[in-house]
């Protein structure tokens, strides 16, 4: 679970070494620590819009309620003087090439493009963009705002508005050193929603998640959150497969979080199983979620605790094999635990109102389920099975009513047990065929994990997003 | 634009020396050639289904038409009777390690999803691919035939038949040896849509087209093809940066399918534009697409010749820098080829009805503009907004009401005069990230071009396939 090639390329001889023949340097990630003392974004954030964004105001909210360093970009539009008023505003942001202040430690550009109405309009990218870009921080973070263009009302504002996304991934292989790219499209109404993916974009919580596409729909109260240092406090969440790695990752961030947790594995791990139950004071419930009678133990432990908020489906096997050389228990082995077990566990769970209002599914799907992969018919269609789920289910009439949002992770290399097995050379090209040039961890799936279970994240649903460091492989 | 790599590899010494070092050895891939004696699939189909699979009337209705040699796998469903009346089956198909004939030449198999309905269904995946994909020739095809998953009924049908997806792309990644594998979704009241399609996916013209998902929907009337040795014949085509590379290419397929070809291309390019011209028969129309008069001249020779049929926006540029090395004049150049220029095309086009019923507009996005490219930001907003722009156009109610469609093709890595300057070391490196370890040819971006531009291609409208050999690069 070490990365060797990261720690020799960060040494001081390493550095030189790979400098010499060309080989990338990873960076190293800053990752989150809940600390009451600390801003969550340590340095300035530009803002800027194309026109008189709609979505500034939303924003100005958010940046002020994690008392942010606010610069302005560009010709002053009508919100500077209301950010200001809020206390927000410093000053300008003026490019050192222009005379702006040399080394200014900007954290993070934001850029409201939800005022592009069509294609000429695009080089109000250029013009932020050009400008800030190479004033951005390590570990920065770029974030623009657009409108969903399945909402828009015109081919040439879809166009536009689609266009964003050629943007946000060019952006991600550009700003190199741990720096991430996202864009996040907001249906209109859904303004007041944007609060927690805000706070997980712009910190280190996401540090291994770049140029991903978020949209925020609906326009559901936002549930308030007293304390953002325990946003899941008083709820209780069910992960499935937590006796190790991810899932044990997976049930630490959801109880830092203030969650309780239900921790469900195999009867053959009941060991370590009640190792992570105990250190959580969670609740350790052994059983295989393809038993006949798992849906049903679930349930029951879910009203135990007068129902759940959160379930995460995060038990999942590979079996790999190519399709010529796999027996069938293999292929029904894999389908069943990944896809199906988690088909009739959310519909027990749902039929006996086990999942509260306003609760929260979180599927685990992968880069393989996105892709394909050799050797992987059986574990890619479970996974690709696992994004029709999110779909269909997002858009189904009993969990709209009731608030219930069901979103998916797709975890690209993620260094643990399993990925340690493959061969040192093979490891070393996956890890830095990716933004970043290094795997994952454990916790960066389990940060995304917890902005979706997040109870603010209202309006978020049916959403697959990747955890792979925009690793190059796709579709 | 020739790959040196891959006549090494196919060498008598060279094959030997890649071999020894774990080097891939490109498969030379077949090609289309029109031949009114040769068959459209020189081998014989295994054709599967999983139950009495709903789009097997309409398969077998075409490989009739194609004269091809079916073999039925598994449990004689209902659907064997009728095919062996319309003379098309020749016996059922017998693995090899089951007794089957040794050797026996199956250059596609063709496997009926449609009534999977849940993921334990799935299994029937697994059950006709274990069995065939062995005996599956070089240059062999796969076709996976799914309902949309957005027009299922049930959470559970979205589910499986949204899964069917990691089939096709791992299936993609194991044949190897020049085979591709496809989805094609046919939505309820498109199955008599489908020859087209089937007709490209079976047959060479697909050379590098793998791992594709292909929506067929609406119910409109096929329209009749005399001739599928010419189905463009007497239909007009008006094709923009014709004077070199993909553009001349494609003129000269849609010509060699029949049409009379309007070739656009910069006045700078004029000789160049009118040898091509000259060759196809075609008629020379040297402008700038991006000038105030271009639309209008456009419009003016459509309507000289009655209206076109066909129009395909291929001129394209890159300017590549950084963004923050980028001058704002190479934005606004790129956008405005690539991307504002063809909206007012369209629009003119459409505005003075120059574009007749059943008409057919291909656009050229790029996996630049799915995946995003470092120092391509300005190419990849372009592209992306080409991808918008498909989708937007293809559900306009203009379009639907004359049967108008609106396709894009997204070349990967394409052999031409502008990807032999790149440096043979990362030429080379390039060319084997994909499942057929090569690049494509132009025709390969052509033939694609061509089967959207068919009359019968009816009911193909907003999709964007990749002409990438199944590149591992995507989002």
Known sequence: MTDKYMQFANSTLGSKLVGLVGLPRPPVLERYRPDVKAPLIKGSIVLGSAGNGRLLEAVVGVLAAIKANVLAHGEAPDWIGAANQAGLMTGRFVPPARGGKQGER????????????ESSQLVALHRFFHDTVRSLDRCGRVII???????????RQITAQRALEGMTRSLGKEIRRGCTAQLVYVAEGAEGNIESTLRFLLSPRSAYVSAQVVRIAGN?????????????????????????GIGASIAEVLARDGAKVICVDVPQAEAELAAVARKLDGIALPLDVTAADAPQKMVAAAQAQGGIDIIVHNAGITRDKTIANMKQELWDLVINVNLSAQE??????????????????????????????????????????????????????LLR????????????????QMT??????????????NSMNQGGQ?????????????PASTGISGNVVRVCGQSLIGA
Not at 108 to 116: E, H, K, M, N, Q
Not at 147 to 155: G, I, K, L
Not at 221 to 244: E, K, M, N
């Open 220 to 244: 559901a109260t936002p549930f308030p959150v007293a304390d953002w240092l325990q946003p899941l406090a008083g709820q209780t969440a069910l992960v499935t497969g937590v006796s190790r």
């Open 344 to 397: 009739r566990i959310n519909d027990a769970l749902l039929a006996a109102e086990a999942i509260k209002r306003n609760g929260r599914i979180v599927c685990v799907s992968s880069i393989s389920g996105i892709a394909g992969n050799l050797g992987q018919t059986n574990y890619a269609v479970s996974k690709a099975g696992v994004i029709g789920m999110v779909n269909s289910m997002s858009v189904s009439p």
């Open 442 to 454: 454990p916790i960066d799936v389990a940060e995304t994990i917890a902005w979706f279970a997040c």
């Open 106 to 117: 900007i954290k993070a550009l934001v850029f409201d493009a939800s005022r592009i109405n």
């Open 420 to 433: 340690d097995a493959i061969p040192f050379t093979i490891r070393t090209a996956a890890r830095l065929m």
């Open 145 to 155: 705002l657009g409108r969903p263009p399945e909402s828009c009302s015109t081919p």
């Open 401 to 416: 009513e009731r608030g219930i949002t069901i979103n998916a992770v797709a975890p690209g290399f993620i260094e643990t």
